[in-house]
């Protein structure tokens, strides 16, 4: 929603100064110079991506809909999935929590949070990491190695469909003097024409670069940010999973499992130390 609301500030501001000056808006209806503009633009992304970046960037792209994933209730949630793991693993051992990273959807503790559940990465993660740990002899170290390379690697391949995007807005413009510039060559061949019909010509080729530049820094690059910034919700969700399991590891209590986990948190997702204490009280009731 907030993604269309910028859109419509974006057009609105743009079109209303335009109008302003008493701008003909029929003018800036040039379906030729869209055609050649943004059919260039999927070509050249068709061009530059492999399929499944093809892939995952149009499935970001609409992810952009939806906004950012993670919210301070969501986190929470998963503080405390984790607390409840992690006390199974303090009454059974490490094999306790074999049934449940081996079927997570199965899990009477992982399936109740339908966020960890529903994000495949995070929940691959978890689990992955934690089977490590139930197999044994791997130094804490090493499993905190183990994880960094997963981060990075999921980071890597998160970034692609925002590199993808930020390489279009930054070809627009130029897509756009490219538009402007066969505009002007048919304006070259009306040279003997009216006035009139030659003004007509050169306003509708300058609509080429118009819309080149107003796309490339008024929309595709800012979707591009804001794919970024949806793509550290992710990261975010790893680090703290992270925190948690490396806190097991090392043999520590769950409450401080969980409080590990809580401190990597940025403080507009982190739930204070009260309420995640107390929603944890309240599972062990």
């Known amino acids: 929603m907030i993604v269309i609301i910028g859109i419509v500030v974006v057009l609105g501001c743009v079109l209303g100064g335009y109008a302003m000056h008493h701008g003909p808006m029929h003018v800036l209806n040039q379906p030729s110079e869209f055609i050649i503009i943004f059919g260039a633009a999927i070509g050249a992304t068709i061009l530059m991506s492999p399929v499944h970046v093809l892939k995952d960037t149009v499935k970001a792209l609409f992810g952009t809909l939806k906004g950012n994933k993670g919210s301070k209730k969501s986190y929470l949630a998963l503080l405390v999935t984790m607390f409840k793991l992690f006390k199974v693993a303090a009454y ?37 990491t934690v089977k490590v740990i139930i197999i044994g002899g791997v130094p804490e170290h090493q499993i905190a190695e183990l994880a960094d390379i997963s981060m990075e690697t999921h980071h890597e391949e998160a970034h692609q469909p925002v590199n993808v995007i930020t390489k279009v807005a930054d070809s627009l413009p130029g897509l ?92 507009h997702l982190r739930p204070s130390f009260q309420e995640l204490e107390e929603a944890c009280r309240e599972e062990k009731g």
Do not use: W
């Not at 003097?177 to 030659?198: C, D, F, R, Y």
């Open 92 to 128: 059974q051992g490490a094999n306790g929590l074999e049934p449940h990273v081996e079927r997570p959807n199965e899990s009477n503790i992982i399936s109740e949070n339908k966020d960890l559940i529903n994000d495949h990465h995070a929940l691959e993660f978890f689990c992955d």
């Open 176 to 267: 756009g003097i490219v538009a402007a510039v066969l505009g002007i060559i048919i304006t070259m061949q009306k040279i003997n024409g009216s006035p009139e019909e030659i003004g007509h010509s050169i306003g509708a080729a300058l609509v080429g670069t118009f819309v080149g530049v107003l796309f490339a820094y008024g929309f595709i690059g800012p979707i591009a940010a804001k794919m970024e910034f949806i793509a550290m919700d992710t990261h975010f969700k790893l680090n703290c999973l992270k925190g948690c399991i490396l806190s097991y590891a090392r043999g520590f209590h769950p409450l401080v499992c969980v409080e590990f986990g809580r401190r990597t948190l940025p403080s």
